[in-house]
């Protein structure tokens, strides 16, 4: 009896076990199994939902979408003629709260491109390793078919999810699938050879964080892989704050080396892509580390000098106010219940409220505006040098030669200058707009001027008339600029006496108007 029994139950513990192994074989792909290796948290995907994704549990259709490993061969064939190369940017980092934008960009192989009907075509008069291809198009989908109003076809205008197209006007011209995950969820998109995403990051987790991407293309009733992406973003919840800083006369704007007594301006950028600080009230706190105090406004822009040398720590502190929600009222106390008390509420209750009485209590009203403080923070160490300050062209003299050379004129400038002294004087001869240049001439300063800066620059141009000449003074540290206009006058070879001295009357009222330019560009500078 107990053989009999064991040989009728032996048949259906065996189906039972073949079914366990055809269940275990038949477990459902799960959008966490596709796009990544690591399984998110139950946890942090419901503190991190972001608005119209889904979760990574989901189950997905890999009949329509199959699912390749890296090594999988059959990558290679995946699209003709080459690689599709997905790049994936964002404007990360993003201050918590506001919204953050990812795009996917789709970079086809040589000689390959996307018309506009969403075709991929051969470029013409391109040519490829293997010469010009004799087809126009990579890829025809709009001849492909499969995209009618048939009752059969509709089955395949799904996502891996299931959920069908949105029946947009062009979406029959969008011919690939985005699907993107992030925080243990996934959106899925239409699109061409571009795709744009943005999440809010109210509810995203502070820190680094991964958003992946893979890309399919139609392939009649099915779709095929053919990228995938990944890159890290950023959520903070300090103010992303970048200072840019120039100085007139400042050779190296990079070496964060500066001059001492000539002001530097200080420019503050906010990466705030989403204009999420748009309504925002801003101020900007600085110290310049030079014992002068702290600086407090409401502009990004701020000059300060520095007049003395050495090395400083600045420290800029950026303090937005964010509009946020407001805190929950604070429960009020329990109102005593003695007969006092009894009878001063019914006394107080026939009574007009004094000013102020409500004032402990906290009431959210439909127009109270609150905030949240952020800050953003800024460091850096800056030396400060001597330098040269100031250029000025003071004298201009025209060299006589004794054998004159009509097409060489010779001229002399006298430069002084404000500051240490230099070690090099270049000059760039131009036309008189200052657009053509001649010719530059650059000369090192090997005379020792002692306290007073001041030398002759001699230059040579090639005839008379009218020239535009920029001169520099230089060092390792500062390059100090000034612009003329040089007028070289016509020069007659019978008369050496005449031209001499008409060259002199000439020079005399040329410095005078050489000195007004010089002075009304310092001005302009200035201004």
Not at 216 to 244: E, L, W
Request: with cysteine; net charge negative; hydrophobic share 35%.
């Amino acid at each position: 009896c107990f053989s009999l029994c064991l040989c009728l139950l032996f048949p259906l513990l065996v189906l039972s076990l073949l079914d366990k192994i055809i269940s275990f074989s038949n477990i459902d792909t799960e959008f966490h199994d596709v796009l990544s290796n690591e399984r998110t948290s139950d946890y942090m995907r419901e503190h991190n939902q972001l608005a119209g994704w889904s979760s990574d549990e989901n189950e997905w259709n890999e009949k329509l979408y199959p699912v390749w490993k890296k090594e999988d061969p059959r990558w290679k064939n995946s699209w003709k003629g080459g690689h599709v190369q997905a790049i994936l940017t964002s404007d990360s980092p993003a201050l918590v709260g506001s919204t953050i934008t990812f795009v996917v960009d789709l970079v086809f192989p040589r000689c390959q491109k996307e018309d506009v009907s969403g075709n991929i075509v051969y470029e013409k008069n391109c040519r490829n390793d293997t010469g010009p291809s004799p087809d126009l198009y990579v890829y025809n989908w709009s001849e492909e078919g499969g995209w009618g109003n048939g009752p059969n076809e509709h089955h395949h205008h799904v996502f891996p999810d299931g959920k069908p197209f949105p029946h947009h006007p062009e979406w029959k011209r969008w011919n690939f699938v985005y699907v993107f995950h992030t925080l243990g969820q996934y959106l899925q998109k239409l699109g061409r050879g571009s795709a744009r995403v943005s999440i809010n990051t109210a509810n995203v987790t502070l820190g680094p964080q991964l958003m992946e991407v893979i890309v399919y293309r139609r392939h009649r009733h099915v779709y095929i892989p053919i990228a995938k992406v990944k890159d890290v973003y950023v959520v903070t919840d300090h103010v992303p704050v970048f200072v840019t800083m120039y100085q007139k006369n400042d050779r190296n704007l990079s070496d964060e080396t500066f001059l001492r007594d000539l002001p530097i301006m200080f420019n503050v950028l906010i990466h705030d892509p989403s204009h999420f600080l748009n309504e925002s009230a801003i101020y900007y706190k600085w110290n310049f580390g030079d014992n002068t105090g702290l600086f407090v406004s409401n502009n990004p822009t701020l000059n300060h000098t520095y007049v003395l040398n050495g090395t400083f720590s600045l420290n800029l502190t950026v303090q937005a106010a964010v509009p946020g929600p407001c805190p929950s009222p604070s429960p009020k106390p329990p109102e005593p219940t003695s007969p006092l008390s009894t009878y001063l509420k019914s006394h107080r209750s026939n009574s007009p409220a004094p000013a102020g009485d409500n004032a402990l209590e906290l009431r959210a009203t439909p127009d109270e505006a609150c905030h949240i403080n952020r800050y953003g923070y800024f460091r850096a160490t800056i030396t400060i040098v001597d330098g040269i300050l100031e250029v000025s062209i003071i004298q201009m003299t025209d060299v006589l030669r004794p054998e004159p050379q009509p097409d060489r004129s010779l001229m002399d400038f006298v430069v002084t200058c404000q500051g240490i002294t230099p070690t090099e004087v270049c000059t760039i001869v131009s036309d008189p707009t200052c657009q053509i240049t001649y010719h530059t001439v650059c000369d090192p300063v090997d005379v020792d001027m002692g306290d007073t800066c001041l030398l002759t620059v001699r230059r040579a141009f090639g005839g008379s008339g009218t020239y535009c000449m920029n001169l520099t003074l230089g060092d390792n540290t500062s390059l100090a600029l000034t612009s003329t206009l040089v007028s070289v006058p016509t020069r007659d070879p019978a008369s050496p006496s005449r031209m001499a001295n008409g060259a002199m009357v000439s020079v005399g009222c040329l410095a005078i108007f050489v000195t007004v330019i010089t002075l009304f560009v310092y001005n302009c500078g200035l201004g």
